[in-house]
């Protein structure tokens, strides 16, 4: 067996102010709304777009994210209305070196960056977020990880980049892009995972961690226990039971 994506974490300092951007940009819904974490899906409950949770920051932003969202565009058009969508909510444009390139790259209200793509025919049938991308000194071995980890077949992989997708063919590409110069440390930007409810999850830890994962501490967000743990690159995520309302999100 393996565990499933959830949802993409967000540290936020203000996290209705962040969730309520993303919310509008990608015409997704507030689903949960506390005072520590504001929880954005998309509205259609049958599609495989992952949620995003923002949850109050624990340290500031430093330097550029390891993971980011790219969006999907139909067409430049729609690409052009996108980013000024963006803009109009309070993105701003950044430059991490892209140089001439045919996408945008942007940062929301507190820095995070993302891009938004000019139309590509493998993400037609994606829904508002193209891929979740991840930087990486080794992207072969990462996505080997990742595809242990969320039960995802690896659709291509080389050195410079590879990639994963759901079996099912929908949804958001998980992408992994060598990167010579990633940062450590925490990212405001990570995954949680959830054991089905038929696995043991003392299993389902040992078995991530063959596959690499080392255990970084106990946690207890929002009353939903787990392990935090890390890939092999120190990416955290945190590994969670499963609960009876969490398809709310």
């Known amino acids: 067996m393996s565990t499933r994506l959830a949802c993409v974490i967000f540290d936020a300092d203000r996290p209705r102010l962040v969730a309520d951007f993303w919310a509008e940009l990608l015409d997704w819904a507030v689903t949960i709304d506390r005072t520590d974490e504001v929880d954005v899906a998309a509205p259609d409950p ?20 390891r993971m980011h969202l790219d ?24 430059d991490i070196g892209q140089g001439t390139v045919p996408w945008v790259v942007l940062t929301d209200p507190e820095g995070n960056e993302f891009c938004v793509l000019e139309p590509r025919e493998e993400y037609v049938d994606t829904g508002a977020v193209a891929a979740i991308v991840i930087d990486t000194h080794d992207p072969a071995r990462l996505a080997d990880f990742w595809s242990t980890a969320s039960g995802w077949p690896i659709a291509y992989g080389g050195a410079r980049g590879a990639a994963l997708r759901s ?10 892009v060598r990167t010579p110069d990633v940062r450590g ?9 959830v054991s089905f409810p038929t696995d043991d999850p003392a ?8 596959a690499g994962a ?22 955290e995520f945190c590994l969670r039971r499963p609960m009876p309302d969490y398809s709310t999100v």
């Open 167 to 176: 079996a099912t063919g929908l949804g958001s590409w998980l992408e992994f």
């Open 214 to 235: 080392t255990q970084v501490a106990a946690d207890d967000v929002g009353g939903m226990p787990g392990l935090v743990l890390a890939d092999p690159e120190t990416n």
């Open 46 to 65: 049958d599609g495989l777009e992952l949620a995003l949770t923002f949850r109050s920051a624990t340290r500031a932003k430093d330097g550029k994210n």
């Open 185 to 193: 440390g925490r990212n405001r930007l990570r995954f949680d995972l």
């Open 203 to 210: 299993a389902e830890v040992a078995r991530l961690r063959a």
């Open 71 to 94: 969006l999907a565009s139909r067409s430049l058009d729609h690409q052009r209305v996108q980013v000024d969508r963006a803009l109009a909510l309070g993105a701003r444009h950044v």
